[in-house]
């Protein structure tokens, strides 16, 4: 009878939900957590309609309840995982994700979406662990094709992400996202003669609106700047730019206020605090500027873990300041933070940071835009340690320029947005270096692709760790690497890339003048 009870009550609860009548189902499912069989799945609901009402704390709170009362079904922990993932919850959502439940279901489609969540939290070896097992069950399609060909990039295998990526294509031969990933194999197609024709064949199939045009074109631009035709190559990459910015929202103003307001951060630092446990170490700077490269170069250290770009910083203030949003600092964030407790927000970052550094005393937090929140790391964290990397104006705004972001950066696809940002990033970091000048350490890229060992040592006193021969040998490294530098850093150190814009100096005249004297 008890059963039957709670049968009808969740019923009620999820016509409520469909109804939109959130607080209705929300007292619905309340009801629902006294019942044991009931109660993981109230909780995710409770959590979904916190999250659909801006209460992240509560969504959060919700989700680790039912994360904690979690029962060995596959669907139930697919959905948890999803909605752990959202929340900033990574460590129970890839306990979810890798649960045996979830590992030996028969459910392809349910396999393949959670091996894509994995991939998107910097687990591609278990990603491809169900992508495989979907295939062997029976699914072939070239989604999953492209999937697995993408989480093999990202695990260093460039011989089968070639072979799963054309198998994608033979499917759907104008599929955007495997184009533009197999564009950046350099064991790839582009010394195929019919690769240009390929792209080109792929783009007239398109609708000029299609949402993965811009991956064309950009797959374009690289492919024609390889064969060094470079009038063609920039009016593939124009055409892309231009493609992308309109898919994009994107405010300069409100830009602009976000820097105004961080600029005009006094805070009082506390000295003196000391977390137990692994410490980080966090690299930021503008995104393309090497800042991956330094990471695989201090991942060689045996006391440092890499553990790629985490959000946890972001999403930890969100829930100091009890207030959903996207992944990166927003004005409104910034301006509630000032009332938050620093202590706490270390606290919260460490402990959902900590488990990536698998037994190692550092573990690097490779955060670009974290750049962002130097002042907030620093009242968190006064021994942090935060390496700045730098690199020419113009090597970085061309090389954010010509790289099609997934769901960020959208001030990269317009030459005068590009500057202007730049120019506030450049006056922010001034800001910060003046504020915490014993936290911030400048790590110049045309020094570290020049010398090394030099700039290396430099690094590592500055981190407080040990000197250890080899440390930049990063092409002997052989794990994964989920960033836009994927196949790029398994490459010894390099000084190729140093000058790179000037190849379309004439093009980027509008980017250079905009920069003014920062333009080198």
Not at 417 to 433: K, N, P, Q, V
Request: hydrophobic share 40%; aromatic share 8%.
């Amino acid at each position: 009878m008890v059963l039957q009870q709670s049968m009808e009550s969740w019923h009620i609860a999820e016509r409520q939900l469909a109804a939109r009548d959130m607080d209705g189902a929300r007292v619905t499912f309340q009801r629902l957590i006294a019942d044991q069989v009931f109660r993981p799945m109230a909780h995710l609901r409770l959590s979904q309609i916190a999250s659909s009402q801006g209460r992240y704390r509560d969504a959060v709170e919700q989700a680790v309840s039912a994360f904690k009362e979690r029962q060995s079904d596959a669907g139930l922990l697919a959905m948890l995982a999803k909605q752990l993932a959202m929340l900033g919850e990574t460590e129970f959502a890839v306990a979810c994700a890798t649960d045996p439940a979830i590992l030996e279901s028969t459910e392809t489609a349910m396999l393949m979406d959670i091996g894509n969540l994995l991939a998107s939290t910097s687990f591609p070896g278990q990603a491809l662990a169900l992508l495989d097992r979907a295939r062997s069950l029976g699914l072939d399609s070239a989604t999953l094709s492209y999937l697995v060909g993408l989480n093999c990039m990202y695990s260093g295998d460039p011989v089968r992400a070639r072979l799963e990526l054309e198998r994608s294509i033979r499917v759907k031969p104008d599929m955007g996202v495997a184009l533009w990933a197999l564009s950046k194999l350099e064991s790839g197609p582009a010394t195929q003669a019919d690769w240009v024709t390929r792209l080109r064949t792929a783009i007239d199939m398109k609708e000029q609106a299609a949402a993965d045009m811009p991956l064309l074109q950009y797959a374009l631009f690289r492919a024609l700047d390889g064969r060094g035709e470079i009038d063609a190559a920039w009016r593939a990459l124009s055409d892309g730019m231009q493609s992308r910015r309109k898919q994009l929202r994107y405010d300069t103003k409100q830009d602009q206020a976000l820097f105004d307001h961080l600029a005009g951060l006094d805070p009082q630092r506390t000295r003196g605090r000391v977390f137990e446990g692994p410490q980080p170490i966090f690299i930021v700077g503008m995104p393309r500027s090497g800042t991956t490269l330094l990471e695989r170069i201090l991942g060689n250290h045996p006391d440092v873990q890499d553990t790629g770009e985490l959000y946890d910083f972001i999403w930890q203030m969100r829930w100091m300041c009890d207030a959903g949003g996207g992944s990166y600092l927003d004005l409104k964030l910034a301006q509630m933070a000032e009332s938050i407790d620093f202590e706490e927000l270390g606290r919260r970052y460490l402990a959902h940071t900590q488990w990536r550094a698998q037994g190692a005393e550092f573990y690097v937090d490779k955060m670009p835009a974290n750049f962002l929140n130097v002042s907030y790391i620093a009242r968190a964290f006064p021994q942090a340690r935060i390496l700045h990397m730098v690199r020419g104006s113009m090597d970085t705004c061309f090389s954010n320029l010509k790289e099609c972001f997934a769901s960020a950066y959208p001030h990269s696809y317009d030459q005068i947005e590009m500057a202007d940002h730049y120019r506030r990033y450049h006056a922010l970091m001034s800001h910060w270096r003046e504020m915490f000048p014993d936290l911030v350490l400048d790590v110049h890229y045309a020094d570290l692709v020049t010398e090394p060992e030099r700039v290396v040592l430099e690094v590592t006193k500055f981190c407080g760790l040990p000197w250890h021969e080899g440390l930049s040998a990063i092409e002997n490294r052989t794990d994964s690497v989920t960033t836009a530098s994927a196949m790029q850093v398994r490459e010894p150190v390099h000084d190729r890339f140093l000058q790179q814009w000037r190849r379309y100096e004439s093009y980027l005249e509008p980017l250079r003048e905009r920069l003014g004297a920062l333009a080198c």
